[in-house]
C-alpha cells in the first residue's frame, strides 16, 4: 500500500488515506505496537470481520502487522467527520439530520442482526463518503465494538461465543447509555441511545447532557441517568426544530432499554424516511 495524506491522529495511531497496487483508494489505520496491545488490534478486526460489507459500515479490506506497527486497511470514506460538518457550518438542517439518521439506523440494523453492537457511536465516528450534498455517511471505529449474542457469528469472526448482553464502559462518556453508566447488562439499544445523543446535537449543535461541555464525569453521569436533556440551555437552537424531529429525539433517548426506538422502528418512521 502507498500512504498519503493524514486524516486523523490519536495517542495510539494515525489514520492516511493510501492506494493499494491496482490504485484503489484505501483508508490505512496503523496501531503503534509500543503502545497498543495485540488483542486490541485483533478485536477491531475482529469486529469488522464480523461487520461484513454494507453501504453503511467501512468495510474491512485487509490486516496486518509490519515491525513497528498494527495495520488495518478499510474502505476509505473522503468526506470528513460528521462532527466537522457542525464545527464547520454549526447545526444541521433537520433534512440532512435526518440522511445521517437514516443511514446510521441501517447500520446499527446490520451490525444487530450480525450480532454485534458498536459501543462508540458519535459524530466523529460517522463519515461522508464525499463532500458532495447528500453523500452516504459510514460508521467507522470498530474498536470498541463487541459481540453481544451466543452466536456463531462470534466464532466465524475469529472469536468466542459471547453471552446474550454485554456489560462493562466502554465508549465516549456523553454518548453513554444509562444501563452502561449503571454497569448493567446491555445489548444493542445503547447505540440508539448513542445515536439519540447525536442527532440532538446534529440540530441543536451542544451535547443533551453536558451543554456547555464542562461539565465533571460525575454530573455527566447523573444527568444520563436522569434521562433528561437540556432542551433549554441555548433555546434559539431549538426553535426552527419541528415537534417530529423532538419527538423522536425522545424516542431514541427513553431510559429503559425496552422503551427505546429500534433501528427498524427508526427507518419507518416518517422523519426519518
Avoid at 495511531?13 to 488483542?39: E, I, P, Y
Avoid at 464502559?169 to 444493542?188: F, I, N, Q, W
Wanted: negative net charge; charged residues 20%; proline residues 6%.
Amino acid at each position: 500500500y502507498s500512504l498519503g495524506a493524514l486524516l486523523g491522529e490519536g495517542a495510539f495511531g494515525s489514520v492516511r488515506s493510501g492506494t493499494d497496487s491496482s490504485g484503489t483508494r484505501v483508508a490505512v489505520k496503523q496501531l503503534n505496537k509500543a503502545r497498543t496491545a495485540s488483542d486490541v488490534f485483533e478485536r477491531e478486526a475482529r469486529m469488522l470481520r464480523g461487520a461484513g460489507t454494507h453501504q453503511h459500515v467501512t468495510c474491512l479490506i485487509d490486516s496486518f502487522e509490519s515491525p513497528a506497527q498494527w495495520v488495518i486497511v478499510m474502505e476509505l470514506a473522503g468526506g470528513g467527520e460528521v462532527f466537522e460538518r457542525i464545527v464547520q457550518r454549526g447545526p444541521l438542517s433537520e433534512r440532512d439530520a435526518a440522511l445521517v439518521v437514516r443511514h446510521v439506523a441501517r447500520a446499527l440494523a446490520h451490525l444487530a442482526a450480525r450480532d454485534i453492537v458498536h459501543r462508540d457511536l458519535k459524530p466523529e465516528n460517522l463519515l461522508f463518503v464525499s463532500e458532495a450534498e447528500g453523500a452516504d455517511v459510514k460508521l467507522t471505529d470498530f474498536g470498541l465494538a463487541a459481540f453481544c449474542a451466543a452466536s456463531p457469528r462470534a466464532a466465524e469472526a475469529g472469536g468466542e461465543e459471547r453471552p446474550a448482553t454485554v456489560s462493562g464502559l466502554a465508549g465516549t462518556e456523553p454518548y453513554m447509555a444509562p444501563e452502561m453508566v449503571r454497569l448493567d447488562a446491555y445489548s444493542h439499544c445503547v447505540d440508539v441511545w448513542s445515536l439519540g445523543v447525536c442527532l440532538f446535537t446534529l440540530l441543536s449543535g451542544y451535547l443533551p447532557f453536558d451543554p456547555h461541555g464542562t461539565a465533571p464525569p460525575r454530573l455527566v453521569q447523573r444527568n444520563i441517568l436522569r434521562g433528561e436533556p437540556d432542551w433549554s440551555a441555548y433555546p434559539q437552537q431549538w426553535e426552527p426544530v419541528s415537534q417530529e424531529a423532538r419527538a423522536l429525539i425522545g424516542r431514541m433517548l427513553a431510559l429503559r432499554p425496552e422503551d427505546r426506538a429500534t433501528p427498524a422502528q427508526l427507518l419507518a418512521t416518517p422523519w426519518v424516511a
